[in-house]
């Protein structure tokens, strides 16, 4: 992808920090390079217009960018970091760490499931060999076919199961942290994604197995408002007959609602109209 604004500080060898960001980040970068010029960390970061299709699409644009990076810099370990974070000492250990690829890993308990690891790309250290740059093509390869709804850590876990050969490091929590634990870490990020509009889970499930992204939307509003009608008319007491009848009720509007998504699939608008005339109507 082609930027528009290049911003290039202190030059050394051996390392340079690097990222991205687009114009409504604009303030935290400008916090980020001051505590890099604090420093004196080399850095180069680009910004990029916003694409449209939302937080998700414009973050599966990472891989890319660090894919720019390493050609810029094909001699130097890239430190990759997300622009909402302040740096609070020097970097240079970083890049001596052990490994083709250095990221962070959180572990994420949810309830009635398995533990979940998950990898983080807000830090990352990437590198200057042949390995850690196909690990990132692979990456951005994974980043231009993700589902709708998906983000670059989804594309990122595929791109870990699926590169054998790299080696990757856990990297220590030491080097970063959120800002409710500043005084302990290198890196301290925020959160600036928190107030970004995200693609609700009901609507990437309704993508995925039942159609286009518009019709998701569509969807996804009926449902919100049948499964409020269906709360209300839904028997207090557990009578057989009543039970029955819910059920018969609910099976017919999984149903129509699959019935819809086939005819969006095959353009005929019309059918889907009718279909979803005929959804709200039967409320």
Same mark, same amino acid.
């Given at each position: 992808?082609?930027?528009?604004?290049?911003?290039?500080?202190?030059?050394?060898?051996?390392?340079?920090?690097?990222?991205?960001?687009?114009? +409504?980040?604009?303030? %935290?970068?400008?916090?980020?390079?001051?505590?890099?010029?604090?420093?004196?960390? @080399?850095?180069?970061?680009?910004?990029? @217009?916003?694409?449209?299709?939302?937080?998700?699409?414009?973050?599966?644009?990472?891989?890319?960018?660090?894919?720019?990076?390493?050609?810029?810099?094909?001699?130097?370990?890239?430190? %990759?970091?997300?622009? !909402?974070?302040?740096?609070?000492? +020097?970097?240079?250990?970083?890049?001596?760490?052990?490994? &083709?690829?250095?990221?962070?890993?959180?572990?994420?308990?949810?309830?009635?499931?398995?533990?979940?690891? #998950?990898?983080?790309?807000?830090?990352?250290?990437?590198?200057?060999?042949?390995?850690?740059?196909?690990?990132?093509?692979? %990456?951005?390869?994974?980043?231009?076919?993700?589902?709708? $709804?998906? !983000?670059?850590?989804?594309?990122?876990?595929?791109?870990?199961?699926?590169?054998? &050969?790299?080696?990757?490091?856990?990297?220590?929590?030491? %080097?970063? $942290?959120?800002? $409710?634990?500043?005084?302990?870490?290198?890196?301290?990020?925020?959160?600036?994604?928190?107030?970004?509009?995200?693609?609700?889970?009901?609507? #990437?499930?309704?993508?995925?197995?039942?159609?286009? @992204?518009?019709?998701?939307?569509?969807?996804?509003?009926?449902?919100?408002?049948?499964?409020?009608?269906?709360?209300?008319?839904?028997?207090? #007491?557990?009578?057989?007959? &009543?039970?029955?009848?819910?059920? !018969?009720?609910?099976?017919?509007?999984?149903?129509?609602?699959?019935?819809?998504?086939?005819?969006?699939?095959?353009? !005929?608008?019309?059918?889907?109209?009718?279909?979803?005339?005929?959804?709200? $109507?039967?409320?």
């Amino acid at each position: 992808m082609t930027a528009v604004l290049r911003a290039v500080g202190n030059s050394v060898t051996g390392y340079v920090v690097c990222g991205f960001y687009t114009p +409504d980040y604009k303030g %935290w970068f400008d916090n980020l390079c001051s505590s890099l010029d604090l420093y004196k960390q @080399p850095h180069d970061f680009v910004v990029v @217009p916003k694409v449209r299709g939302g937080w998700e699409v414009n973050t599966l644009a990472k891989a890319f960018h660090v894919l720019d990076a390493l050609n810029r810099h094909p001699d130097r370990a890239i430190i %990759w970091l997300d622009v !909402d974070c302040t740096v609070r000492g +020097d970097l240079s250990p970083l890049a001596i760490l052990r490994g &083709d690829i250095c990221l962070p890993f959180a572990i994420k308990s949810r309830r009635g499931r398995a533990v979940n690891l #998950r990898a983080h790309s807000g830090t990352m250290v990437i590198k200057p060999n042949e390995l850690a740059k196909g690990f990132i093509k692979t %990456w951005a390869e994974h980043s231009s076919q993700m589902p709708f $709804g998906d !983000d670059d850590e989804a594309a990122l876990a595929l791109t870990i199961a699926q590169c054998p &050969d790299v080696a990757i490091t856990n990297l220590d929590r030491k %080097w970063f $942290g959120t800002g $409710g634990e500043q005084s302990r870490h290198i890196i301290v990020h925020d959160y600036a994604s928190r107030e970004m509009r995200k693609v609700h889970k009901i609507m #990437r499930f309704i993508h995925r197995h039942l159609g286009t @992204p518009a019709l998701a939307r569509g969807l996804m509003e009926w449902t919100r408002s049948a499964t409020t009608a269906l709360s209300l008319r839904r028997p207090r #007491r557990s009578g057989s007959a &009543d039970r029955a009848r819910f059920s !018969d009720k609910w099976q017919t509007e999984t149903l129509s609602l699959k019935e819809a998504a086939c005819a969006e699939r095959a353009g !005929d608008t019309a059918i889907t109209q009718e279909l979803f005339r005929w959804l709200n $109507g039967n409320q």
